[in-house]
């Protein structure tokens, strides 16, 4: 027992004093990642790729640590601690559950916390301290005004959504909000697990809706080949939230650009690690900028022609 | 060596929470020899409770008996629905731990962060009054370790007192606690709401730990409960006098420092859960292999 736990204890002192050595002058950067998904993933490349625009080198102005919690708070929670404990000089946390996680364990040492893809920092509690960040809200707007230009006689716009995601919560609020401008109304079906998303869109497809529109919900997203394959089958079209969901064959969406986004924040954070700004003075952004994407191999299947408007402007998603 | 230091603190205090849940299911699993879900649905409670305490104003020390009375509550639940009803074991802990993910979400809402400007136990004026000179950390470590040693001396006061025993009897020998006239129901149910109560008390610890309750935070604590027993009972399976929960204390904090490892080894990151494994399963043959070379000394002895 005692060896086992001198091992233990050895073998994470050989990792960690290898893993400190490093010159002064040169920033470390944790970044946990909650889990392996494309959004994610393009925040992370764009993050890395926000720093280079900056003018930062990695080995030469800063190192990356990453981490991914595999969608486990308990594990996020010992990937920011460990990051605390290596002293890191700036957490990048990407998704809520890493960034709560990466918040408590920089309270106490005071590191500077910067976040990507959260889509409400101040529901979240991110909106004071020594953290800041991006977040991913969603345009809806902008997806109402696409859904109106391609289909304009629908009336009713399906929604499915995690009833326990507060991401999802707030996008639909905001959905039934602002339907009404545009002469939609929402029918929208709240599930508690993934396994439930097939049911409920079996019964979105029944009550009749015209199209359906996704969130960026995790449990909806990741079924969303399933989803595809009912409403192709029913002849109703889905609009994605990002240009992922278009390449799985969404028709089209209103989407940020994930990747730009994670680049925002690089940006932010090399200002932090260059000492320019200080994370408790700047202030959260959110990306105002969106894209059409769409996938005109799913449009067509749909029979739905691309108005002229916004043939200038879409970017072909498909991945084929 | 200070990062090191702060790494075996933090991962230590991350286990003592933790081990809480793992006394919950060392009394279930091992004494009850009753496979309990409700852990996955009555930890998250805890933490929702205490959530909705803490935005309130409430004292942060008044979150922890509540909570132990609400996870006390789904525990009387799932037993009742087991002796009452006669619902199979396994069945009742997966009605009531479904039940508590919408009643879960009922009592906070949504998931829930508490600010920094709202104590926590480990920053209340109480602590910080013996404390306040200490790091945070520091404070999380002898707050969490002086909560776990008073519920683990309580816990093993009680499993010697005339209920304790009987509760390890209907474990054992079910039939001896029905020749003794006592209902073995009764006391399957009195298990399972200790159980649940310290399940909901770590659930609660971890809430003001995080400052953040999550609807999906209970999802798998069943499995890491299930493996700290086993990894702590198999590690002192030679050691008559050990306590079983000295056993689960270890064998969460061990689960905890495997992670950490885990990290540590800076391996791509999708491979975690894969070394979690690999180290428990290392951990479990050990302790296999120092069992049968005790017997055979024992043998030519």
Known sequence: MKKLLAVLIMATLAISTASCAGKDDVKSIGISQFGEHASLDNCREGFLQGLADAGLKEEEDFTISYQNAGFDTAIATQIAQNFSANNVDLMCAIATPSATAAFAAAEDKDIPVIFTAITDPVEAGLDSGNVTGTSDKLPVEAQLELIRSMQPDASTIGILYTTSEPNSVSAIAEYEAKAGDFGFSIEAIGVTAQSEVTLAADSLIAKNVDCFSNLTDNNVVGVLPSILEKTNAAGIPVYGSEVEQVKKGCVAAAGIDYFRLGQKTGLMAAKIITGEAEASEMKYETISEYSIYINSQALEEMSITLPDDLTGQAIESSEN | ?301
Not at chain 2, 67 to 87: F, P
């Open chain 2, 1 to 301: 060596m200070n990062v090191l230091l702060d790494l075996i603190i933090s991962t230590s205090t991350q286990g003592l929470i933790y081990a809480l849940l793992s006394f919950g299911v060392y009394i279930t699993y091992k004494i009850l020899d009753f496979p309990d879900l409700t852990v996955d649905g009555s930890f998250p409670l805890g933490a929702a409770v205490t959530a909705v305490m803490m935005t309130n104003g409430s004292n942060p020390w008044l979150t922890l008996p509540v909570s132990m009375a609400a996870g006390a509550l789904a525990g009387l639940t799932t037993g009742l629905i087991h002796v009452k009803l006669k619902v199979r074991d396994l069945l009742a802990g997966i009605i009531t731990m479904t039940a508590l993910f919408s009643i879960n979400l009922q009592i906070a809402g949504s998931n829930l962060i508490i600010n920094r400007d709202v104590d926590t136990i480990f920053t209340s004026a109480f602590v910080t009054s013996f404390l306040g000179s200490s790091s945070l950390i520091y404070r999380k470590l002898i707050v969490s370790l002086l909560i776990v040693i008073m519920v683990k001396v309580l816990l093993d006061l009680y499993f010697m007192t005339k209920s304790g025993l009987l509760l390890r009897a209907v474990g054992d020998n079910s039939v001896l606690v029905t020749s003794l006239a006592k209902d073995k129901g009764t006391v399957k149910i009195i298990g399972l709401v200790i159980s649940n109560a310290l399940v909901a008390l770590s659930g609660s610890i971890v809430c003001h730990e995080q400052r953040a309750f999550s609807s999906t935070m209970g999802t798998g604590q069943v499995v890491f409960g299930l493996a700290t027993v086993i990894i702590g009972t198999t590690i002192f399976q030679k050691f008559d006098s050990v306590h079983g929960t000295t056993a689960a204390l270890i064998g969460s904090i061990i689960y905890k420092a495997c992670m950490q490892l885990a990290i540590s080894l800076g391996l791509p990151a999708n491979l975690l859960k894969l070394i979690t494994a690999v180290l428990f399963l290392a951990i479990l043959v050990f302790g296999n292999y120092q069992k049968r070379h005790n017997a055979t000394l024992k043998q030519k002895g």
